[in-house]
């Protein structure tokens, strides 16, 4: 059984859809301003740790103990990617 959506979520839902397409498009200009691609990997906290995250696939590549030593582990990550690809950072 599928209900009706209230017209005011409706509404809501498009201004979100919305949004988002113009924040998606502004990160894909503003990153081609400077040149670069977009990261691939990202830090995120969990629990006192931190995962290091393939953006694309949302698989964690690796945990690190420290903010500091998280970052070094994307940017070793992004630089091993950039080789693979033949792109440089």
Known sequence: MHTAMHPAFEQKLAVLAALLERSTSARI???????QQAPRYQASGRAGT??????????????????????????????????????RQ
Do not use: P
Not at 29 to 35: C, D, S, T
Not at 50 to 64: L, N, P, R, S
């Open 29 to 35: 200009e503003a990153h081609a301003k400077i040149g």
């Open 50 to 87: 931190w995962e290091v995250v393939d953006i694309a696939t949302g698989v964690v590549q690796g945990f690190a103990f420290s903010y500091r030593a998280a970052l070094r582990f994307v940017d070793a990550m992004e630089a091993g990617a950039a080789s693979k690809t033949g792109a």
